[in-house]
């Protein structure tokens, strides 16, 4: 079975440009999840899908990131403008369904660097 | 709010010895789940353990286990005879049970076996 894919896995832009980071889940898998991870430090929730729908997107910076999960299987995340704060690497997870505690699948992260 | 705390930044082991990562958090609900994550180099997060806060008996998973203390919100992950393929960094995580299905991570523990 195939694991989270996520595209690209390096990314290295100037600050005030825009980027955007793929992740296509686990077949079957309902929930969705984009976490950022900075250097040193765990993984932070940055947005819940549970399939079409953003369940919980108030960690989000809202003033420039967004996401979508349009057909709800794989989803797009894109900041825009970047600043030099976003680096790090964001990783996407996915699960079964939301309605137990269900174990998240990772997948293997973009690193993200901001110049 | 949740927290989790990892106070032990690094460990360092020779192969083939017993590990504990401590791991302490806090909370005020009485139901929820523990989790020990690791992420070898390659950043693909691997779940190695879980417990359920209702179960009093330890969860072990082959050479890893755990010793869950309620009253004290402890949670340490012990790692008997150690391999080199345990290097990695080691991220306790918290989540409730009320549906919110978001993982709160710990700082993480970096562990580094030796040959």
């Known amino acids: 079975e195939a694991g989270v894919v996520q595209s690209p896995r390096y990314k290295i832009i100037e600050k005030k440009q825009p980027v955007a980071f793929w992740c296509n889940p686990i077949?079957?898998?309902?929930?969705l999840y984009w976490y950022r991870q900075n250097l040193g430090q765990g993984p932070e929730l940055l947005i819940r899908y549970e399939n079409e729908e953003a369940v919980d997107d108030s960690q989000l910076p809202k003033d420039r990131f967004s996401a979508e999960r349009l057909k709800g299987v794989d989803s797009t995340l894109k900041i825009q403008p970047a600043e030099l704060g976003d680096s790090a690497v964001y990783l996407c997870?996915?699960?079964?369904?939301?309605?137990?505690?269900?174990?998240?699948?990772f997948g293997p992260g973009t690193r993200l660097l901001v110049l | 709010a949740q927290t989790v705390t990892q106070s032990q930044p690094e460990m360092s082991v020779q192969e083939a010895e017993t590990v504990t990562l401590s791991c302490t958090y806090d909370t005020s609900e009485n139901n929820y789940y523990l989790f020990w994550y690791k992420q070898p180099p390659s950043r693909q997060m691997i779940l190695v353990i879980r417990q359920e806060a209702y179960k009093q008996q330890n969860a072990t998973e082959n050479r890893f286990s755990v010793n869950f203390q309620k009253a004290a919100k402890s949670f340490s992950l012990k790692i008997s005879d150690s391999q080199l393929g345990d290097t990695a960094m080691y991220f306790c995580a918290f989540m409730n049970d009320q549906g919110a299905q978001k993982l709160v991570f710990g700082q993480g523990t970096r562990l580094t076996i030796n040959p």
């Open positions: 997870a996915s699960s079964l369904d939301g309605q137990g505690v269900e174990t998240q699948y």
């Open positions: 077949s079957g898998h309902n929930t």
